[in-house]
């Protein structure tokens, strides 16, 4: 019996009024069986109904947005769930990468040959909700009790190089063995450099789900690393202790996962291996800037008296997100629970209300106006000379700053 939401029951049965049996299928399934819960759910419609009647159906309960009539994907906001509802489909494969497939749309198929062309059997998994019944025709549920990845057909699974990587993320994530036939396909498509095939963006993807959504993201890089990739650096410790102080942000988990695997990187070294994965621009400049300010904590930490240390680093970064790198990386070298140069960096930092966000600027470039001077591009360097006074503190509110701005400019 799988728990789905009784808020669907109103959709399935509307289906069925249409002689159509809705069977959700993959990852909620999947999920479910591992008591984690799910807010995305797919659901495959069997039965005699065209693309355009199933979409006209779904219209009543939300905007629908048609991915692709050639895969035959409606997706349905439903309340707080996001829906995708697809026709059961063979794929054959006719070109190189993992979009070279000959999508073959039949609602008429048996689940078996529906699901045969997934890429793991614990994906392979359906709930029948009229019959209340699983649907299980390749053991995946035995495999998630067993905890061993284990691939639908080795022979379809060598035409997608992507799962090369889900392999790695699936038992990263899920705490998999992965079974001996599938490792040496996977090790055997790398040879092959299949990974060649897909462009770096869906690389990343996978990439990103093994750092964000395991609790030992580890195991995926050694899955990776044995499998003969060059996506790994020997820091995979550190984001293990990442993984344990993740904040609510996705985008700081992962320039946070990425400054751990480059922490001890030259520049040149850090820029490389990120522009492997990614050409995010921002993301690259966010994760530059966390390994070379984690360089400067022990020096903050013995000069710890002088504030002005503390200022110019939050003026790089935030503070609370270096100390969560540099604290990992201590906690994976390191046995001891103490960590004192971070605390005592934490406790001076929120002392001074700078551990998330740098010193408010007291002088801005209308102060300079009021004192008769017209715009210049020199305003630039007036206001970087008076934020460094600033943090030096030469002046602590905007009366003295503004005396200070008359004494700089000699007026």
Request: overall charge neutral; aromatic content about 10%.
């Amino acid at each position: 019996m799988i728990n789905y939401p009784s808020k669907l029951n109103i959709i399935f049965d509307k289906l069925k009024n249409y002689d159509i049996k809705p069977i959700i299928v993959g990852g909620f399934i999947r999920d479910s069986l591992l008591k984690i819960e799910s807010k995305d759910i797919d659901i495959e419609v069997y039965g005699e109904i065209s693309f355009k009647k199933l979409e006209d159906i779904l219209k009543e309960f939300g905007n629908v947005n048609v991915v692709g009539k050639s895969f035959g994907v409606c997706k349905l906001k439903f309340e707080d769930y996001d829906l995708d509802f697809s026709f059961p489909r063979i794929d054959n494969k006719i070109k190189s990468g993992h979009r070279g497939f000959d999508v073959e749309i039949d609602s008429n198929l048996d689940f078996k040959t529906a699901a045969s062309r997934r890429d793991f059997t614990i994906n392979a998994i359906g709930y029948d909700v009229e019959e209340k019944k699983l649907l299980d025709p390749f053991c995946g549920a035995d495999d998630l009790r067993n905890k061993i990845l284990r691939a639908v057909n080795l022979k379809s699974f060598i035409e997608d190089p992507l799962r090369v990587l889900r392999a790695a993320q699936f038992c990263a994530r899920f705490d998999l063995k992965i079974e001996d036939n599938l490792f040496f396909t996977c090790k055997d498509m790398i040879s092959k450099n299949l990974l060649a095939e897909l462009p770096k963006e869906r690389i990343f993807e996978e990439i990103k789900k093994l750092l964000l959504k395991s609790q030992k993201p580890s195991y995926g890089f050694k899955l990776l690393k044995e499998f003969g990739t060059d996506i790994y650096t020997d820091n995979i410790s550190v984001i293990d202790e990442i993984a344990k102080r993740l904040t609510t942000n996705n985008q700081t988990n992962l320039v946070l996962m990425l400054a751990g695997l480059c922490y001890n990187f030259e520049l040149t070294q850090t820029e490389n291996f990120i522009l492997k994965l990614t050409d995010e621009k921002e993301l690259l400049k966010r994760v530059i800037n966390l390994v070379q300010a984690n360089n400067e904590i022990d020096n903050i930490y013995k000069n710890s008296t002088d504030d002005y240390l503390l200022y110019k680093l939050a003026a790089k970064v935030n503070i609370d997100e270096l100390l969560i790198l540099n604290s990992s990386i201590y906690f994976a070298k390191n046995s001891q629970k103490v960590y004192r140069a971070g605390e005592e960096i934490y406790k001076r930092a929120k002392e001074l209300n700078i551990l998330k966000e740098k010193l408010p600027t007291l002088l801005m470039g209308r102060d300079i106006l009021k004192l008769g001077l017209k715009a210049s591009p020199k305003f630039s360097k007036i206001l970087d000379e008076a934020y460094e006074a600033q943090m030096h503190g030469k002046f602590k509110n905007h009366n003295e700053a503004m005396l200070w701005l008359k004494e700089y400019l000699k007026l």
